[in-house]
Nanobody, 122 residues
Framework: VQLQACGGGLVQAGGSLRLSCLAS????????IGWFRQAPGKEREGVSF????????VYEDSVKGRFTISKDNAKNTVYLQMNSLKPEDTGVYYC????????????????WGQGTQVTVSS
C-alpha cells in the first residue's frame, strides 16, 4: 500500500507543472486526498484537497485561481495542475490520503506518500 507523487521539477516563474499522485494497494475512490508542501525552513502546509467523491474541493488562499486539483478514479490517480507558478511555490509536495469521509490533515491521515520536489526560479 503506497502513494507515490511525481511530476515535480525545475520551472521558471510563470510556468506550469502537473503533479500526479498514484495509489497502489488501495482504491482512491474511497479516500479524500490532500496535497501538502514544505518549503525550506518552513512548516508543512496544506495546499489543496479533494473529497472522496470529488465534489468537495478546497484550495489554500495563495494558490486559488492558479492550481487545480482533480481525481481520476479509473486511473487511481489524483492530479494537481499548477499554473502561473511563483518562487514561493517552491518546496517538496506530498500527497496524503484519508478515509472515513474526512479530509486529511497534518496529524490525521491514513497514507502519506513520498514527496516530489518543485523548484520555481525567478
Amino acid at each position: 500500500v503506497q502513494l507515490q507523487a511525481c511530476g515535480g521539477g525545475l520551472v521558471q516563474a510563470g510556468g506550469s507543472l502537473r503533479l500526479s499522485c498514484l495509489a497502489s494497494g488501495f482504491t482512491l475512490e474511497d479516500y479524500a486526498i490532500g496535497w501538502f508542501r514544505q518549503a525550506p525552513g518552513k512548516e508543512r502546509e496544506g495546499v489543496s484537497f479533494i473529497s472522496a467523491s470529488g465534489q468537495g474541493i478546497v484550495y489554500e488562499d495563495s494558490v486559488k485561481g492558479r492550481f487545480t486539483i482533480s481525481k481520476d478514479n479509473a486511473k487511481n490517480t489524483v492530479y494537481l495542475q499548477m499554473n502561473s507558478l511563483k518562487p514561493e511555490d517552491t518546496g517538496v509536495y506530498y500527497c496524503v490520503a484519508k478515509g472515513s469521509g474526512l479530509l486529511p490533515t497534518l496529524y490525521d491521515y491514513d497514507f502519506w506518500g513520498q514527496g516530489t520536489q518543485v523548484t520555481v526560479s525567478s
